[in-house]
């Protein structure tokens, strides 16, 4: 075999024995660098396939919180309910306050909602979560009693102004559309809590307007024109439940029967 022959069979790894010392180091060196970079870029979050190199399997993920609602979202519900509820809240309000389950708190929600092949979203939402609404119901937070000024100054300051939308957020539909504006994503505190940061900028309905200045004795307001107005008419309820003796005042059970 000539030389030629010999020197194309030696082995690529074999380093030949008249290797100057300083070039064998050098060598070792450069691989002991590239080894810590390569170990460097198994533990870069860019680089996933060299991440999971010699562990043989993927890292479980661990199971995290549900996903919140998002403000704009949230908001979104919470002025639907708004304009939807207002409108019939003269209505609702005595049959509210007197209702004893949670069938019938869904019941007096039905009376109001369009039929289902015509419901919003939000609609369905609060129908799904009558449990949750029937507990507002009975909280104190909702059950406080609301200042005279509050209303007067929801009713009556220009729309504008911020203390006039503080007091409107003060209202009791209002405060079940903050409440309930989340519900199921959070809890109805949750929603509550972050609706009220954050005052509505729908303007107060008619009908609810018209309820609280009949209410108070306050007079209509300069200038206002009805024609083309309508008021909603609920739809039959669908238990027994039945509006409370008018000499009932807000917010107090009726007596029982003895």
Same mark, same amino acid.
């Given at each position: 075999?000539?030389?030629?022959?010999?020197?194309?069979?030696?082995?690529?790894?074999?380093?030949?024995?008249?290797?100057?010392?300083?070039?064998?180091?050098?060598?070792?060196?450069?691989?002991?660098?590239?080894?810590?970079?390569?170990?460097?870029?198994?533990?870069?979050?860019?680089?996933?396939?060299?991440?999971?190199?010699?562990?043989?399997?993927?890292?479980?993920?661990?199971?995290?919180?549900?996903?919140?609602?998002?403000?704009?979202?949230?908001?979104?519900?919470?002025?639907a309910h708004i304009i939807w509820l207002e409108r019939y809240?003269?209505?609702?309000?005595?049959?509210?306050?007197?209702?004893?389950?949670?069938?019938?708190?869904?019941?007096?929600?039905?009376?109001?909602?369009?039929?289902?092949?015509?419901?919003?979203?939000?609609?369905?939402?609060?129908?799904?979560?009558?449990?949750?609404?029937?507990?507002?119901?009975?909280? *104190?937070?909702?059950?406080?009693?609301? #200042?005279?000024?509050? @209303? /007067?100054?929801?009713? %009556?300051? $220009?729309?504008?102004?911020?203390?006039?939308?503080?007091?409107?957020?003060?209202?009791?539909?209002?405060?079940?559309?903050?409440?309930?504006?989340?519900?199921?994503?959070?809890?109805?505190?949750?929603?509550?809590?972050?609706?009220?940061?954050?005052?509505?900028?729908?303007?107060?309905?008619?009908?609810?307007?018209?309820?609280?200045? *009949?209410?108070?004795?306050?007079?209509? #307001?300069?200038?206002? @024109? /009805?024609?083309?107005? %309508?008021? $909603?008419?609920?739809?039959?309820?669908?238990?027994?439940?039945?509006?409370?003796?008018?000499?009932?005042?807000?917010?107090?059970?009726?007596?029982?029967?003895?």
């Amino acid at each position: 075999m000539n030389k030629r022959k010999r020197e194309r069979n030696n082995s690529l790894d074999t380093i030949p024995e008249d290797q100057p010392t300083d070039r064998v180091t050098e060598l070792e060196r450069k691989i002991t660098n590239l080894q810590k970079d390569v170990a460097m870029l198994k533990r870069l979050s860019g680089w996933p396939l060299l991440a999971h190199e010699g562990n043989g399997r993927e890292e479980k993920k661990k199971p995290g919180q549900k996903e919140k609602i998002g403000d704009e979202e949230l908001f979104h519900y919470r002025d639907a309910h708004i304009i939807w509820l207002e409108r019939y809240w003269p209505w609702m309000i005595d049959r509210l306050l007197v209702a004893s389950t949670v069938p019938e708190v869904e019941a007096i929600i039905e009376a109001v909602a369009p039929d289902p092949d015509c419901r919003g979203e939000w609609q369905n939402r609060l129908l799904q979560n009558a449990a949750a609404l029937f507990e507002f119901f009975w909280d *104190e937070r909702f059950r406080k009693t609301l #200042p005279k000024a509050t @209303v /007067l100054d929801a009713l %009556s300051l $220009p729309w504008g102004d911020e203390k006039r939308r503080l007091a409107a957020n003060q209202l009791p539909p209002r405060q079940i559309a903050n409440a309930m504006a989340g519900v199921p994503e959070i809890a109805w505190r949750t929603s509550l809590d972050r609706c009220s940061a954050q005052p509505s900028t729908v303007s107060v309905a008619l009908n609810l307007d018209m309820y609280y200045r *009949e209410q108070l004795g306050m007079p209509a #307001p300069r200038g206002q @024109v /009805l024609i083309g107005m %309508s008021c $909603p008419v609920p739809k039959p309820l669908q238990t027994g439940l039945t509006r409370p003796d008018e000499g009932t005042p807000q917010g107090v059970d009726p007596p029982t029967k003895s």
